[in-house]
């Protein structure tokens, strides 16, 4: 399991690093799970020169899924309960030939169904959008994820492949509404805004890394399956410092059992609420995927031979929101140190940190973001 969870968080934190070279001051929220998911599929029907530049993304992505159907969390299914967590994860494909989708549908769970692309361009968007919606809980949760806008699904389409994931988890120890107020959050050195911080002062594990001038904090779920972990510089302008220190291996030991101590700690954290859109064709292809969006390169003949694919578009959408009761999170993805301890009892949230769902018996990173501006 340990080398399937290190592909896992590998390539979640190189996508986080591709993603935050033009999101420097921005939040950034995001599943790797969604979005491997998707592509993995594509990579079922990729042949030839396609496949092979995809081998090294390949790799971690078909590790990934193959984690995920060892601890359980894959295919079309809830997880958990109310009172503790669920984790949704749906794939589907619009419109191909029957041994890809045999594949699709054994391995992922995905599902054809049938739409008009050529003569019904809007109403196919539609169908599509509305799907992701209702997988994601979107009008149960008031979240409008409208994955596809208009212009991104046009008459040449020929297949879509569509990842949705809705996840839910209460805390193990709730805050409590009463305690939240009105504070500052310090955006920076020079601005700050007004946000509602919760309060809690209980047992939690943390950690002081010297070496990035840091905390981390384990805050449980109900169940303790999972934990939101969350790395906070010292001070407003450590974040930068955190990101490029940050590597598969020392995360890892940084938030080892070794690492963390269980103590009695003073927690602020803002309630917050995330929404977040990317276009994931450059960063995919810095990480090594180029002729698959390339008309005259791309080979996708595994998916129907008798027609030239290429991906056109490979969009992805997340929702998170982090308040006295647990977290919310909806995605949905489409395819066209020092080790020493230094005594803590206080934990403020106060300024730009990064934050992690993870998988607590595997150690594996479900969900990845960064806070910058509640």
Not at 5 to 12: D, L, P, T, V
Not at 37 to 65: H, I, P, W, Y
Request: hydrophobic residues 40%.
């Amino acid at each position: 399991m340990g080398s399937i969870s290190q592909a896992i968080n590998e390539m979640g934190l190189d996508l986080y690093n591709e993603l935050n070279k033009k999101a420097a001051d921005k939040n950034i929220f995001f599943s790797p799970m969604s979005i491997s998911t998707g592509l993995v599929m594509v990579l079922l029907g990729a042949r030839g020169n396609t496949a092979t530049q995809m081998q090294e993304v390949k790799t971690r992505f078909s590790k990934l899924l193959m984690a995920f159907f060892l601890i359980g969390l894959s295919h079309p299914v809830s997880y958990g309960g109310s009172d503790l967590w669920i984790l949704t994860l749906i794939n589907d494909l619009y419109f191909t030939v029957q041994q890809y989708l045999e594949c699709t549908k054994e391995l992922y769970g995905a599902i054809l169904q049938t739409v008009d692309f050529k003569s019904a361009t809007e109403a196919a968007r539609q169908t599509i959008n509305s799907w992701v919606e209702s997988k994601t809980q979107g009008k149960k949760a008031q979240v409008r994820l409208e994955l596809f806008v208009r212009g991104v699904i046009d008459t040449t389409a020929v297949l879509v492949l569509v990842n949705a994931i809705y996840f839910k988890a209460t805390w193990e120890y709730k805050f409590e509404e009463k305690h939240t107020m009105p504070r500052d959050f310090r955006i920076n050195q020079n601005e700050s805004k007004s946000v509602q911080m919760m309060y809690k002062k209980d047992r939690f594990k943390i950690a002081h890394i010297q070496e990035i001038n840091a905390q981390i904090l384990m805050i449980p779920y109900a169940g303790k399956s999972l934990n939101m972990i969350i790395l906070l510089p010292n001070d407003t302008t450590g974040l930068e410092q955190v990101e490029r220190a940050m590597t598969y291996e020392k995360l890892t030991r940084w938030t080892s059992l070794e690492s963390m101590r269980d103590r009695e700690v003073k927690v602020y954290l803002p309630r917050f609420k995330l929404q977040d859109s990317f276009k994931l064709n450059l960063p995919l292809q810095e990480m090594g995927m180029i002729d698959v969006f390339k008309e005259s390169n791309a080979d996708l003949s595994g998916m129907a031979p008798s027609q030239k694919l290429f991906l056109s578009e490979v969009v992805h959408k997340a929702y998170v929101e982090v308040n006295e009761e647990g977290t919310l999170a909806a995605v949905a993805t489409g395819s066209v140190a020092s080790n020493s301890y230094i005594s803590a009892d206080l934990f403020k949230a106060d300024h730009p940190f990064l934050f992690f769902i993870q998988h607590n018996p595997t150690n594996t990173i479900l969900f990845l973001g960064k806070l910058c501006s509640p």
